[in-house]
């Protein structure tokens, strides 16, 4: 009898343990299968970028102007001279920088600039030399910076396609040679 005994006390201690271990097992699967149908949380958009200090020079959007799809030659700085308008079937954009130099020593001659504009499916646009006209005088790009002085402003038009859209603007310092900084837009 003793032994019948033990026998049925292992048979329930190796049932319980069963138990135990498929009670485990099922909180486990009901754990992943939560998670699985929790959506995930989205990446948080990274906040737009405005300005941009690349060693001594600050680079701080100053405007866009989306400028459509003529650029009237009565409205350049030329208006008493005759020319035919500037067109496109896409647009014109319009970008002036606010550059500043916040070092101590005066920049050189085209130490600077401000480069092509990249949208949001990574398409390339140069700015447009045949837009001078449009530019206004007052656009200095590449000049020589003082230091502590007035931003000087730059700008430059770029013909873009209609559909593109989270332009970035390319902006360009000697102080990292061959590498380009981009600043949002905010179209």
């Not at 020319?83 to 001659?109: C, H, M, Q, S, Y």
């Amino acid at each position: 009898m003793k032994k019948s005994l033990g026998r049925i006390s292992k048979t329930l201690l190796v049932f319980g343990g069963m138990i135990i271990v498929v009670i485990i097992f099922v909180l486990g699967m009901i754990n992943r299968t939560r998670k699985a149908a929790l959506p995930e949380e989205p990446e948080p958009e990274p906040e737009p970028i405005y300005e941009i200090v690349i060693g001594d020079i600050k680079f701080k959007l100053h405007e866009v102007k989306d400028r459509g799809n003529i650029l009237k030659f009565s409205e350049s700085k030329y208006p008493e001279r005759q020319r035919p308008d500037l067109t496109t079937t896409e647009r014109f954009i319009e970008v002036t920088v606010a550059v500043e130099n916040i070092g101590k020593d005066n920049t050189k001659k085209d130490y600077w600039d401000i480069k092509e504009l990249v949208d949001s499916e990574e398409r390339k646009f140069y700015s447009l030399p045949e837009a001078e006209p449009w530019i206004p005088a007052e656009s200095e790009c590449g000049a020589i910076l003082k230091p502590g002085f007035s931003p000087t402003l730059c700008t430059k038009i770029y013909e873009v396609a209609k559909i593109s859209s989270g332009l970035k603007l390319g902006v360009y310092s000697r102080e990292k040679k061959k590498q380009t900084f981009f600043i949002d837009l905010g179209i």
